[in-house]
């Protein structure tokens, strides 16, 4: 396992710069840096990692890269690159061990092999990449320190692979469940469209509920008919019955809970309109009794569940059970159909409505 540096070590020329010098109107030495490196070199300082240069020049052009960098540790005329990196780690009280090291020459390959980490630019010499234990995809001068960075931080990432293993298998287990709906349920779904757009059309209504994530369900599906979809059109008769909390509260503390739904839709419904309920499981008993109220006052009953589908389909004229066994699976089926549903029906009604 890779170990946190305890000291990162850069030579200068063909690493933080390209290893090329230019020459000043004034005949002094020029050579390029990046902004790409010098912002990971002050980021990684201010981190809290001990940053030092290590070349084998002597001259002023050093003291002002290193003064653009901000790094205070140089070493400078340092020709045997490796007895140069024990001085220093030596001064730091450390073992070659404990540092990283980044060279582009012949000079450099062995401080870069006895580093506990050595690393060589793309466009290292042949002996310095071979000394590397690891090869940037950097040329000297751009992007090494920056590169390096990246490197450095994903150290302290997280081993996520048995996380995305799991998220994969899930992945295929809800692919499996949208290739079966697709497969098997376009018929029954046809039925629940065709029955919502002709209550919708005669002037009836759509009255939607079912307990946690499926009145989450009914809210949104009802707010897709009120509102719109995907065309601008006038609204339509769509009500969630898992909305109004007094009710819920009243009906569930006075009489039962059993009852939350059927109460409501005695109130409501009206031969024509159609109760949409919603159980993954099939056997909510709320949502079976508001679909027998339902069906006792002369409304079209339609039930969406999954897995063995339960008391549902006894209660429901039509009933949709999505292909998959787990709960999760079951609602992604529905949220699937929901939004087929609503498409083809607000595209139905409002081309009617153009006619």
Same mark, same amino acid.
Not at 35 to 47: G, Y
Not at 314 to 330: E, H, L, M, N
């Given at each position: 396992?890779? +170990?946190?540096?305890? /000291?990162?070590?850069?030579?200068? %020329?063909?690493? =933080?710069?390209?290893? !090329?010098?230019?020459?000043?109107?004034?005949?002094?030495?020029?050579?390029?840096?990046?902004?790409?490196?010098?912002?990971?070199?002050?980021?990684?300082?201010?981190?809290? =990692?001990?940053?030092?240069?290590?070349?084998?020049?002597?001259?002023?052009?050093?003291?002002?890269?290193?003064?653009?960098?901000?790094?205070?540790?140089?070493?400078?005329?340092?020709?045997?690159?490796?007895?140069?990196?024990?001085?220093?780690?030596?001064?730091?009280?450390?073992?070659?061990?404990?540092?990283?090291?980044?060279?582009?020459?012949?000079?450099?390959?062995?401080?870069?092999?006895?580093?506990?980490?050595?690393?060589?630019?793309?466009?290292?010499?042949?002996?310095?990449?071979?000394?590397?234990? !690891?090869?940037?995809?950097?040329?000297?001068?751009?992007?090494?320190?920056?590169?390096?960075?990246?490197?450095?931080?994903?150290?302290?990432?997280?081993?996520?692979?048995?996380?995305?293993?799991?998220?994969?298998?899930?992945?295929?287990?809800?692919?499996?469940?949208?290739?079966?709906?697709?497969?098997?349920?376009?018929?029954?779904?046809? +039925?629940?469209?065709?029955?919502?757009?002709?209550? /919708?059309?005669?002037?009836?209504?759509?009255?939607?509920?079912?307990?946690?994530?499926?009145?989450?369900?009914?809210?949104?599906?009802?707010?897709?008919?009120?509102?719109?979809?995907? /065309?601008?059109?006038?609204?339509?008769?769509?009500?969630?019955?898992?909305?109004?909390?007094?009710?819920?509260?009243?009906?569930?503390?006075?009489?039962?809970?059993?009852?939350?739904?059927?109460? &409501?839709?005695?109130?409501?419904? !009206?031969?024509?309109?159609?109760?949409?309920?919603?159980?993954?499981?099939?056997?909510?008993?709320?949502?079976?009794?508001?679909?027998? %109220?339902?069906?006792?006052?002369?409304?079209?009953?339609?039930?969406?569940?999954?897995?063995?589908?339960? &008391?549902?389909?006894?209660?429901?004229?039509?009933?949709?059970?999505?292909?998959?066994?787990?709960?999760?699976?079951? +609602?992604? =089926?529905?949220?699937?159909?929901?939004?087929?549903?609503?498409?083809?029906?607000?595209?139905?009604?409002?081309?009617?409505?153009?006619?």
């Amino acid at each position: 396992m890779i +170990q946190q540096p305890k /000291l990162l070590v850069f030579d200068i %020329d063909g690493v =933080l710069t390209d290893g !090329r010098i230019g020459v000043s109107a004034a005949g002094t030495e020029e050579k390029q840096l990046s902004f790409r490196d010098l912002d990971a070199v002050k980021r990684m300082a201010r981190a809290g =990692l001990p940053i030092a240069f290590l070349t084998g020049e002597e001259t002023e052009l050093v003291d002002r890269i290193a003064a653009r960098f901000n790094v205070t540790d140089v070493t400078k005329f340092a020709k045997d690159k490796l007895a140069g990196l024990k001085a220093l780690v030596a001064r730091h009280n450390l073992t070659l061990a404990d540092v990283w090291y980044i060279g582009d020459s012949d000079r450099d390959a062995p401080a870069i092999a006895a580093a506990a980490l050595g690393f060589a630019p793309a466009d290292g010499t042949h002996a310095a990449r071979a000394a590397a234990h !690891r090869v940037l995809q950097a040329r000297g001068g751009d992007g090494c320190a920056e590169e390096i960075e990246s490197f450095w931080l994903s150290l302290d990432a997280p081993d996520t692979s048995q996380l995305q293993a799991d998220m994969a298998s899930i992945f295929r287990d809800s692919l499996a469940a949208h290739e079966r709906l697709l497969a098997e349920s376009l018929p029954v779904l046809a +039925q629940v469209a065709r029955i919502l757009s002709t209550a /919708l059309q005669s002037g009836h209504k759509l009255m939607f509920f079912g307990n946690g994530g499926s009145a989450a369900d009914a809210q949104h599906i009802a707010g897709e008919f009120v509102g719109r979809f995907l /065309l601008e059109s006038q609204p339509y008769a769509a009500i969630a019955l898992t909305t109004d909390t007094s009710i819920l509260t009243a009906v569930g503390n006075d009489w039962a809970f059993e009852d939350v739904f059927g109460r &409501q839709i005695r109130a409501l419904a !009206r031969p024509g309109d159609v109760a949409i309920g919603i159980t993954t499981s099939g056997n909510s008993p709320n949502v079976l009794k508001g679909l027998a %109220d339902a069906r006792a006052i002369g409304a079209t009953t339609v039930g969406f569940t999954g897995g063995t589908s339960g &008391q549902l389909p006894a209660c429901s004229d039509v009933c949709f059970i999505a292909p998959a066994a787990i709960t999760p699976r079951i +609602q992604e =089926l529905h949220l699937l159909a929901w939004h087929t549903i609503c498409e083809v029906v607000e595209r139905e009604l409002h081309h009617g409505t153009q006619r």
